[in-house]
């Protein structure tokens, strides 16, 4: 088993099982975790959106952070890092039904820090728009690594 898929199993058992915060992205389907990627797509619904009926910035800013750690932990020997900084920039809204495709990856890491870019797309077809791009710095302790054993 590849570490991408060992993270994805553990990953998938702890958002099942947990009372946490992260108990709030069940709806996510991880489509690739790894080489410093992670892909993942979820189905806008009722629950991920704000009074206004659009995909909720709380939410988009959530789904920044997590997929950028997730995509640190497939990143060469594995890291595991502290949020520094995270800057997001919405450009377009999404509704209930939308098709949200996230994509996840280190650009640069220079211990450290790690640099993370994430995009959401809304999927139409063969159309895809970008609804959010988010930019992640992330603090690794120098020689740390994230070990699954």
Not at 9 to 37: C, D, H, P, V
Not at 84 to 99: K, M
């Amino acid at each position: 088993m590849t570490r991408g898929a060992e993270f994805l199993k553990l990953i998938a058992e702890y958002i099942s099982k947990t009372k946490k915060f992260e108990r709030n992205l069940k709806m996510l389907n991880y489509l690739s975790l790894e080489n410093g990627q992670a892909k993942v797509k979820f189905t806008v619904t009722e629950d991920h959106i704000n009074t206004e009926g659009h995909l909720h910035p709380g939410l988009t800013t959530t789904l920044i952070d997590v997929l950028s750690s997730h995509a640190l932990l497939v990143h060469g020997d594995g890291f595991s890092g502290v949020s520094t900084n995270i800057h997001v920039s919405l450009s377009q809204r999404a509704s209930v039904g939308d098709l949200i495709l996230i994509e996840a990856k280190v650009s640069k890491l220079l211990e450290p820090l790690a640099f993370v870019e994430v995009e959401l797309l809304r999927k139409n077809g063969m159309v895809e728009e970008v609804v959010a791009r988010g930019q992640h710095t992330l603090f690794v302790r120098p020689g740390l690594h994230y070990s699954t054993s």
